[in-house]
């Protein structure tokens, strides 16, 4: 199982970026899938996540801001990040947790920097 995830990039304060993730050797039609960042000394945290059904959540920093999307069919997940800040700055990781087992599969990380 492999988590590509690309897209990440240096922009200015409002700014935009479309992460991507693309999963092979599951499928991910029956997963709930998300995207995580981790900044220099902070823990990991939620940024968006997309529910097995196609329920989503955000964490409140970016709701009106991120949107994620995904293509089943594709095995591809999307971050799209409008109106971008410098507090966004981390490193993106994508997940994909397979709700009948809740095994966790991760990605690689992308950077992502936004300068003010």
């Known amino acids: 199982v492999q988590l590509q995830a690309s897209g990440g990039g240096s922009v200015q304060a409002g700014g935009s970026l479309r992460l991507s993730c693309v999963v092979s050797g599951i499928t991910i039609n029956t997963s709930a899938v998300g995207w995580y960042r981790q900044a220099p000394g902070k823990e990991r945290e939620l940024v968006a996540r997309s529910g097995g059904r196609g329920d989503t959540i955000y964490v409140d920093s970016v709701k009106g801001r991120f949107a994620i999307s995904r293509d089943n069919a594709k095995k591809t997940v999307h971050l799209q990040m409008n109106n971008l800040k410098p507090e966004d700055t981390a490193v993106y990781y994508c997940?994909?947790?397979?709700?009948?087992?809740?095994?966790?599969?991760w990605g690689q990380g992308t950077q992502v920097t936004v300068s003010s």
């Open positions: 997940k994909v947790r397979r709700l009948v087992t809740r095994f966790d599969y």
